[in-house]
């Protein structure tokens, strides 16, 4: 297989797993992170499969480890959301339209 050929297949899995990713990651408790990554590893190949995406191209594309890649992903969605601020005024709100 020539390298142009690898690069199409891999940009197709990388593009992919881009879409996959924001679809499926949200932000969980720490304790639920593995099970869950495990869990989006076993959907996410067979997404890959049905959207005619080898699991050598996916593979390719985690660097051997997708439940890492995963995991990584979920980490990250935690962080943001914790770091994305609640808006101070909700409950003066509430109470005005009471």
């Known amino acids: 297989m020539s390298n142009s050929v690898r690069g199409v297949m891999s940009e197709r899995a990388r593009q992919f797993l881009i879409h996959w990713f924001t679809d499926h990651i949200q932000s969980l408790p720490k304790p639920f992170r593995l099970a869950q990554a495990v869990r989006l590893a076993t959907q996410c ?18 660097e051997g480890n997708l439940i890492r890649k995963l995991l990584d992903a979920l980490d990250a969605a935690a962080r943001l959301d914790n ?5 101070p005024e909700i409950e003066t709100l509430a109470e005005e339209i009471r």
């Open 83 to 87: 770091e994305t601020p609640l808006v």
């Open 45 to 62: 190949r067979q997404d890959a499969t049905a959207a005619g995406i080898s699991p050598v191209e996916v593979r390719a594309a985690t």
